[in-house]
């Protein structure tokens, strides 16, 4: 049997392991909303206690944000079949694997430690290539200019982690003008919640950058173009929800609201 896989990662990094072991948990399932076989062969191969981040069910939101975060991507390339994705904070993520239309070019950016981690289990390609650099330095910005055009941003549950969140942004915004963006943000209300949630589990990682309305960010350079929620999914995701999902997503909101909002933006 191969040798577990060791995991040396920062606080906010480790956080990766919540929506894989969401989309493990998932792909399990008879009927799964979101397919990744690839996250529980690494949750497998991982010698890390990843149990502690798939409790609760923060892991079936996680996975309902995935399918619209997907869905938000496979419109892009509907649209711009030979434009580049890139996926700032990706994780462990498959996503590729999902919405590959055999055309797209695609980065995949995360800090150093994630990057040498996330080499144990994918390759780069001609088409598809992982940058190591913190979303918030610019040097990066010249590898997307590299890859044509148009461009897709794609940042799930990473943002929320950073109080620059905004400065961030603002850069994307005048560096690729016309680009489109899609990110996930989360209330005041929502961030307290979370702290108290971190503090009984002992989690370090901690939101920091809330945003109660989306459309307060279009000064930053930014025009919504199209909002959505996680317990409010556009029509396409929600024809294919699993039953579950459909039982538990009207007991949900009343609990937690929006959860996330999901929205998409161009820059202008
Ligand atoms: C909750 S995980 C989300 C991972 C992935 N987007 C997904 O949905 O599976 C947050 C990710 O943000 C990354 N991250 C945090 N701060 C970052 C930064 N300054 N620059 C780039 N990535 C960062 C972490 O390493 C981690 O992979």
């Keep these: 049997m191969a040798e577990p896989v060791k995991v040396q ?3 906010v990094q480790q956080t990766l392991f919540i929506p894989l072991a969401g989309r493990a948990r998932e792909s399990r399932r008879k009927h799964p909303l979101v397919r990744d076989p690839k996250a529980a062969q690494i949750m497998a191969a991982v010698d890390f ?5 798939s409790r609760g ?29 890139v996926e700032l904070g ?18 995949d950016l995360d800090l150093p430690d994630t990057v040498e981690l996330r080499r144990r289990f ?27 055009g148009p461009y897709l941003f794609v940042a799930e549950g990473v943002l929320v982690y950073l109080d620059e969140a905004p400065t961030v ?18 209330t005041k209300r929502m961030l307290d919640q979370q702290h108290r949630m971190a503090a009984k589990r002992n989690l370090t990682a901690l939101w920091a950058w809330p945003c109660d309305d989306p459309h ?23 024809a ?11 007991l949900l909101r009343p609990v937690v609201g929006d959860v996330a909002a999901v929205t998409l933006f161009r820059a202008r």
């Design 9 to 11: 990662l920062g606080a």
């Design 49 to 53: 206690d990843a149990a502690r981040y």
């Design 57 to 85: 069910w923060g892991a079936g939101v996680t996975v309902l944000r995935t399918a619209v975060f997907d869905e938000f991507v496979r419109g892009f390339l509907a649209d711009h079949p030979e434009g580049t994705v």
């Design 90 to 107: 990706t994780g462990l993520n498959s996503r590729f694997d999902r919405v590959d239309n055999g055309r797209t070019r695609w980065i």
């Design 122 to 148: 994918f390759e780069d390609t001609d088409r598809r290539r992982m940058v190591a650099a913190s979303v918030l330095d610019e040097d990066w910005m010249a590898v997307v200019a590299a890859s044509p």
């Design 169 to 186: 942004l603002t850069r994307i915004a005048e560096r690729f003008p016309g680009a489109l963006l899609v990110f996930d943000t989360y």
């Design 216 to 238: 307060t960010l279009e000064p930053l350079g930014l025009e919504v173009v199209r909002a959505s929620a996680v317990t409010r999914p556009p029509a396409t995701v929600r």
């Design 240 to 250: 294919r929800l699993p039953r579950r999902y459909r039982y538990a997503l009207p």
